[in-house]
């Protein structure tokens, strides 16, 4: 099911909490929560009921580790073997669904062979409830959390607000609050300020990302074609789709969260405010950051043991990060170039602050950081890394120049090929800039939903983005998918 579907929408949400404050109401505390991790699956197998055994299997096994390596502290060898055995099959199960026909492909192209590929569609939220049962099981092995009710260890990894693209959650700091006793009565404060951020997501998703999608796709199903000027739209338009529907996402997973009184942790902090590469991913999917950070580069001997390990762990991390997005080279390429580009920001701030700042003053190195970014982006979007190559290629203004004589010749800004008429054109000019403009000035809609207060204008202008995003659902009558849930 959709955030942005009318199925959610106007039936599911709504009946879920109604059911659950009357459930809380009358003190029939576990049937709530039972209520909520039923309605979580339900959610769940509403996309395809065939994997409903598949999360409840994972749930199930991780559960009894869990419960196993809390328990009456069993030998040292034999808790390092659950540890390892739990982490295993966690990761089996993602290998299998997510890279077993990557493999096989790669396989077939290296040594000509002909194994067939199993056509295995992903599981939906593999990804994500993967890495969130291993930091449980992790925890649990370092004692730092632990759960020996199953309901309440189902409803942590199932809560439908975050189950499907994050944030990856901790159990530690979900779990105290779904036992929280008053967090069963309603909280008009948190219910408005959750219904303001769900609204702000919906327009952010079906407003402008689904807008910019349309030139996006056209764009790279399409690189041999692409003049200059319509490969940089054509990366700019992904580049903000890609801000937008996951930023619309984490707004309504954590306004629709807040309505149950329950706080998410912050995963989405205007990242493309950032001035260099590691503020980057301290603002962008932060807990997929955190997750990577606690869980892999610490264990990997994080900055313990000199420069070259630091640089080899934060490697290492940056590669696996960017497998994680998905099964294709161009993931490779996105990951390592994250990581080589944090490799030398780091050898950057060795340099004293005064050279360092005079060479990249802010404006330089906000520049230098979203191009970085914003090329990134084209290889992780790409279908592959030859069309990857041709848009890069062609956003480089080489060959322009052609004589000393002729002087510098800038290439034609025609968006003619990729928008039929000038409103075409405009229209995605216009729709960039003001995406760039939000995205570098204007507040976080975090930022904004604590500011909120009663009053009259912000009913009305919620109420406003409310129906502009409804309308425009109800025209496009399907819904379309956030950009996270093939990941």
């Keep these: 099911m959709l955030f942005n579907s009318f199925a959610y929408l106007f039936l599911f949400l709504p009946f879920v909490l109604y059911v659950y404050y009357t459930l809380n109401r009358y003190r029939l505390v576990l049937a709530s929560r039972s209520w909520l991790a039923g309605a979580s699956l339900f959610f769940y197998g509403y996309w395809n009921p065939i994997y409903l055994p598949l999360i409840l299997g994972s749930i199930t096994v991780n559960f009894i580790i869990g419960k196993s390596l809390g328990g009456k502290q069993p030998g040292l060898i034999r808790r390092k073997t659950l540890l390892i055995g739990g982490v295993f099959f966690n990761l089996s199960l993602l290998g299998f669904f997510k890279y077993t026909d990557f493999l096989i492909t790669n396989v077939n192209q290296l040594n000509g062979a002909d194994f067939q590929t199993l056509n295995l569609v992903l599981p939906l939220a593999i990804s994500f409830f993967t890495f969130q049962q ?78 910019l999608a349309v030139w996006a796709n056209y764009g790279f199903s399409h690189p041999l074609t692409l003049n200059f000027a319509e490969a940089w739209m054509t990366s700019l338009s992904y580049t903000l789709q890609l801000y937008f529907d996951f930023s619309g996402y984490t707004d309504m997973a954590v306004g629709a969260a807040l309505m149950l009184n329950i706080k998410l942790p912050l995963n989405f902090d205007s990242p493309y405010k950032a001035l260099n590469i590691r503020d980057f991913w301290r603002r962008w999917h932060i807990t997929l950051g955190r997750f ?26 940056f590669l696996l990060g960017g497998v994680w997005h998905g099964a294709g080279w161009t993931f490779v390429v996105w990951g390592a170039l994250h990581g080589i580009g944090t490799l030398i920001h780091r050898q950057w701030q060795k340099m004293p602050p005064v050279i360092s700042n005079l060479v990249t003053p802010p404006i330089i190195a906000w520049l230098l950081t979203f191009n970085f970014i914003n090329a990134c982006w084209v290889i992780f979007r790409a279908a592959n890394l030859t069309d990857a190559y041709l848009i890069l290629k062609t956003m480089v203004p080489s060959g322009y120049f052609s004589s000393l004589d002729d002087g510098w010749h800038w290439p034609e800004f025609n968006l003619g090929t990729l928008f039929a008429g000038e409103a075409g054109a405009t229209k995605l000019i216009l729709t960039v800039v003001l995406g760039l403009l939000i995205c570098i000035f204007s507040p976080n809609s975090i930022t904004l939903h604590k500011r909120l207060t009663p009053k009259l204008a912000y009913a009305i202008y919620i109420t406003i983005i409310l129906c502009i995003s409804l309308v425009t659902m109800f025209y496009l009558k399907t819904p379309s998918e956030f950009l996270y849930f093939q990941f």
Excluded at 306 to 315: C, I, K, M, P
Aim: proline share 4%.
């Design 134 to 211: 291993i930091a449980y099981i992790v925890d649990s092995y370092h004692n730092q959390g632990n759960e020996s009710d199953f309901i309440n260890y189902a409803l942590f990894v199932t809560f439908f607000p975050q189950l499907i693209a994050g944030p990856i959650v901790h159990h530690r700091e979900m779990t105290p609050q779904f036992k929280r006793l008053k967090n069963g009565r309603i909280n008009w404060e948190n219910l408005s300020r959750g219904f303001y951020l769900f609204c702000m997501g919906l327009f952010k998703k079906t407003i402008i990302a689904d807008s």
């Design 292 to 317: 990577l950070r606690q869980y892999l580069y610490i264990p990997l001997g994080g900055n313990r043991k000199g420069d070259f390990h630091t640089q080899r762990n934060l490697l290492i991390t």
